[in-house]
């Protein structure tokens, strides 16, 4: 249990390293693929497993299924031939029993027997009474005149003789008819022997095998030992010709063989031995015929599993593109966060630094503007001497020098305030002619048209001076960088309703596609190609929400493009 | 004209005695604290008509200099000096009383037209 345990954890880690994947361009892309990789490997190899074993196991049941009728029809045929045959000889020998030599010597009795015989059974064609021991035949009816005749040196006159009974094999006979012969041997008392020999029609085997019922594409016939033909075969040959198939001999139960047939089709060979005579029943099913229903499973198992294995791949790579543009997004957006942080921290250092310096600056500052001061009063209050006007203007220049580290220092100061998010109440008219005043050079430049169109008693509102400043220069700059020279951005601000003011940028430039407009606002989405970072206007969103605001676009390619802001009158920011 | 008293408060020396030269180069009667306490016990013992004050002071801050000022006698006018470049504390001051309030350095002519004025207030 400890190991398995542990087994377990190296998986884990081994998982884990497989899916961490370096710091790259293709961090994703590799990722991506890794996770395919893992998730179709764990999915379409019990799939292809499963298949396998089911593949075979239906195979293997499948063919029992179908070849058991088979060999129970083999073996139901072979006991009919056998119950025929048996049943034939028994009625011969009881005969020779029933009457005595002088009965059957008589033409008159013989033919009373055969009728009988021909009435109550089938294929009872002659009987004759053959002398034991000179093999002469003494008696015969039948459709022969067949009295006189010697079989002394025939070989079915020497196995009777010998063992007392005989079953030929099928023989043409007289009248191209396939027949078999019957002989039973009788021995007297007195030591003389006398044999009874009928000939039977083999309709009976054919009765017998039609009696099957077999499909068109299957075959059965009877062979002897030396493999020929017995009765007709459908496909193989006529009766009396060589089988072509080799069966075999010896067994007393029913097999099933594979074989290929002379024309080269595979074929099932069910063969089972009669006990006597040497028969052997053979059914000849062709594979196509049995496995019909076997091919038929397969193709649907093989569709099954085409079927599942596409949905598998589809699922896989739609949820690998959705997980891994999810991570991506999630990276993105931390990395923005973390970039976003960095930044005011920066700012916010630098500011403290330069609040800081201004300071200390400060005061030495005032104190050179005082000295000065003083030493030009001085001068002032002094009658005229000599290069009095040159001291004097060399002051005045130290005064003017103070006076520009003044408005630096403020400046820093200034600079240093805006790092902190501070809500002070502004007029909103105001602080969009400032920001358009950074922009003056560039519209003038260029001759851009820039409208103003501001609500005289538009409410002061409360908000953070600079956040908004850098909001209105952004959509500005993207204004200025939509229209061509001599383009017009018209800027208006109206109160929306009691809570809320507006103002609206817009311009007459390129204009966006719906598509674009609908991800503007997303981090890294620029149109700007190596020019643009793709957070400018995602800064100004997040500005505008920070501050309780909302902002909209609208554009139509080709006619320009309106961002319009909505703020607060009061300030909603939880800064 | 009456002849304007005025009490300089600022830490740095070198800063208010030269501004209370100039002031009295123009007719002004001036005083110096170098710190609050100093600027207090100056006016208890002679209140001027304008006290122009440092908001930045080690010990005692500007602002709480004020509000005891304004205690001792309101009708004293008060001008804050910030260093900031934050109008807040100014804007603060005013709130607590003071006259107005100037972002130094300052401007010499700046400084005695909002004395004059501070001084018509005081009745």
């Known amino acids: 249990m400890a190991l398995n345990l542990k087994n377990w954890f190296n998986i884990k880690e081994r998982l884990q390293r497989f899916l961490e994947v370096e710091y790259s361009e293709d961090r994703y892309h590799n990722l991506r693929r890794n996770m395919r990789i893992l998730m179709i490997a764990?999915?379409?190899?019990?799939?292809?497993?499963?298949?396998?074993?089911?593949?075979?196991?239906?195979?293997?049941?499948?063919?029992?299924?179908?070849?058991?009728p088979i060999n129970l029809l083999a073996n139901k045929t072979t006991h009919s031939f056998q119950f025929f045959l048996k049943e034939r000889l028994s009625l011969i020998k009881s005969i020779s029993y029933f009457y005595t030599l002088d009965d059957l010597c008589d033409e008159k009795t013989l033919n009373h027997i055969l009728f009988t015989l021909k009435k109550e059974f089938v294929g009872f064609v002659d009987l004759g009474l053959i002398n034991g021991s000179d093999g002469t035949q003494i008696c015969y009816v039948g459709p022969y005149s067949l009295v006189g005749k010697n079989y002394a040196n025939q070989d079915w006159f020497q196995e009777v003789t010998l063992k007392g009974t005989y079953i030929s094999n099928v023989f043409m006979g007289y009248r191209k008819f396939p027949h078999i012969a019957i002989a039973v041997q009788r021995l007297q008392q007195n030591g003389q022997s006398w044999i009874l020999r009928t000939t039977i029609d083999t309709t009976m085997f054919d009765n017998l095998i039609a009696a099957m019922g077999l499909d068109a594409e299957s075959d059965a016939f009877v062979l002897n030992k030396e493999g020929i033909f017995q009765t007709n075969s459908r496909l193989y040959g006529k009766v009396l010709e060589q089988c072509p198939f080799t069966i075999p001999p010896g067994g007393y139960s029913t097999y099933v063989v594979e074989k290929q047939d002379p024309n080269g089709n595979d074929v099932f060979l069910a063969y089972a031995h009669l006990t006597y005579p040497d028969y052997t029943l053979v059914i000849v099913k062709p594979h196509s015929a049995v496995l019909k229903a076997w091919y038929a499973l397969k193709s649907?198992?093989?569709?099954?599993?085409?079927?599942?294995?596409?949905?598998?791949?589809?699922?896989?790579?739609?949820?690998?593109?959705?997980?891994?543009?999810?991570?991506?997004?999630?990276?993105?957006?931390?990395?923005?966060?973390?970039?976003?942080?960095?930044?005011?921290?920066k700012l916010?250092?630098?500011?403290?630094?330069?609040?800081?310096?201004?300071?200390?600056?400060?005061?030495?500052?005032?104190?050179?503007?005082?000295?000065?001061?003083?030493?030009?009063?001085?001068?002032?209050?002094?009658?005229?001497?000599?290069?009095?006007?040159?001291?004097?203007?060399?002051?005045?220049?130290?005064?003017?020098?103070?006076?520009?580290?003044?408005?630096?220092?403020?400046?820093?100061?200034?600079?240093?305030?805006?790092?902190?998010?501070?809500?002070?109440?502004l007029d909103l008219n105001e602080l969009m002619k400032e920001v358009l005043g950074?922009?003056?050079?560039?519209?003038?430049?260029?001759?851009?048209?820039?409208?103003?169109?501001?609500?005289?008693?538009?409410?002061?509102?409360?908000?953070?001076?600079?956040?908004?400043?850098?909001?209105?220069?952004?959509?500005?700059?993207?204004?200025?960088?939509?229209?061509?020279?001599?383009?017009?951005?018209?800027?208006?601000?109206?109160?929306?309703?009691a809570d809320?003011?507006?103002?609206?940028?817009?311009?007459?430039?390129?204009?966006?596609?719906?598509?674009?407009?609908?991800?503007?606002?997303?981090?890294?989405?620029?149109?700007?190609?190596?020019h643009g970072t793709g957070l400018g206007l995602s800064i100004t969103y997040g500005i505008v929400q920070k501050l309780g605001g909302e902002i909209d676009v609208a554009s139509k390619e080709n006619q320009g493009t309106k961002f319009t802001v909505y703020l607060p009158k009061k300030s909603k920011s939880k800064i | 004209m009456l002849q304007l008293k005025i009490l300089l408060v600022d830490d740095e020396k070198e800063?208010?005695?030269?501004?209370?030269?100039?002031?009295?180069?123009?007719?002004?009667?001036?005083?110096?604290?170098?710190?609050?306490?100093?600027?207090?016990?100056?006016?208890?013992?002679?209140?001027?008509?304008?006290?122009?004050?440092?908001?930045?002071?080690?010990?005692?801050?500007?602002?709480?200099?004020?509000?005891?000022?304004?205690?001792?006698d309101p009708k004293i006018q008060v001008i804050l000096l910030t260093g900031h470049g934050a109008t807040k504390d100014g804007i603060k001051g005013m709130q607590l009383g003071a006259f107005d309030y100037l972002i130094k350095p300052v401007d010499i002519d700046e400084l005695i037209e909002k004395l004059n004025e501070a001084a018509k207030n005081v009745v």
């Open chain 1, 42 to 68: 764990m999915t379409i190899i019990p799939l292809v497993l499963m298949a396998l074993i089911n593949y075979h196991q239906y195979q293997r049941s499948l063919k029992e299924e179908i070849l058991s």
């Open chain 1, 300 to 345: 649907d198992l093989f569709f099954v599993f085409l079927v599942s294995s596409a949905l598998i791949l589809i699922v896989v790579f739609r949820l690998t593109d959705i997980l891994v543009s999810r991570i991506r997004e999630a990276d993105q957006r931390r990395e923005l966060a973390f970039r976003e942080l960095q930044h005011s921290h």
């Open chain 1, 348 to 425: 916010s250092s630098i500011g403290r630094l330069a609040a800081g310096v201004a300071h200390e600056v400060n005061n030495p500052l005032a104190i050179i503007n005082e000295k000065a001061g003083l030493i030009k009063d001085l001068i002032k209050y002094t009658p005229d001497f000599d290069q009095k006007e040159k001291f004097l203007n060399l002051l005045e220049s130290i005064l003017q020098s103070v006076r520009r580290c003044k408005t630096i220092t403020h400046r820093l100061l200034g600079f240093a305030k805006r790092m902190e998010i501070e809500v002070e109440n």
């Open chain 1, 438 to 497: 950074f922009l003056e050079r560039e519209a003038l430049y260029r001759n851009i048209d820039i409208t103003l169109d501001l609500a005289k008693d538009l409410p002061r509102i409360d908000s953070d001076r600079g956040q908004l400043q850098q909001v209105f220069l952004n959509i500005l700059n993207n204004a200025m960088a939509a229209v061509q020279d001599e383009g017009r951005i018209s800027i208006t601000t109206w109160e929306k309703d």
């Open chain 1, 500 to 530: 809320t003011v507006a103002i609206s940028i817009e311009d007459n430039g390129c204009g966006m596609s719906e598509e674009t407009c609908r991800y503007i606002f997303e981090p890294f989405f620029t149109t700007k190609k190596e």
């Open chain 2, 15 to 72: 800063f208010v005695t030269t501004l209370a030269e100039r002031l009295e180069l123009r007719n002004m009667h001036v005083e110096i604290a170098t710190d609050g306490e100093m600027a207090l016990s100056m006016i208890e013992a002679d209140p001027p008509q304008v006290v122009v004050l440092d908001v930045m002071m080690p010990g005692l801050s500007g602002m709480e200099v004020l509000v005891r000022i304004k205690a001792i």
